[in-house]
């Protein structure tokens, strides 16, 4: 069983950046695709970005496409997510999630993830 660990959340202004991070221990995530999703309140989980297992492809949605950074160091079994230019709009919990298949292509529905962080909290103020 894997566990995460989400860090680096906090209340910014809108323009500000945050870099959020996602420490797996139990397990490596190494051959593992893995995604931030967020949830704001009232709304469901929705995917933000996903990396492959060999990080050769990355996926975000629309609405952070040019402003987030998803990356990962499969030496520190840990992935992150550089979140620049933040708008009011990003405010939500953040959690990271990983595949429970190896090798597996990224997946953007909630429920093709087995293992979750507890989330950080991620506001910004306009």
């Known amino acids: 069983q894997t566990q995460l660990v989400e860090s680096g959340g906090g209340l910014v202004q809108a323009g500000d950046s945050l870099r959020l991070s996602c420490e797996a221990s139990?397990?490596?995530?190494?051959?593992?695709?893995m995604a931030w999703f967020r949830q704001a309140p009232g709304k469901e989980r929705e995917f933000v970005a996903g990396i492959s297992w060999n990080t050769i492809t990355t996926a975000y949605i629309p609405s952070v496409k040019g402003r987030f950074t998803i990356s990962r160091d499969n030496g520190k079994n840990a992935v992150y997510l550089q979140m620049n230019n933040l708008k009011p709009g990003d405010t939500a919990i953040y959690y990271c999630?990983?595949?429970?298949?190896?090798?597996?292509?990224?997946?953007?529905?909630?429920?093709?993830?087995?293992?979750w962080g507890q989330g950080t909290q991620v506001t910004v103020s306009s």
């Open positions: 139990g397990r490596t995530i190494t051959t593992y695709p």
């Open positions: 999630a990983t595949s429970p298949q190896p090798f597996r292509t990224i997946q953007y529905a909630a429920n093709e993830y087995a293992s």
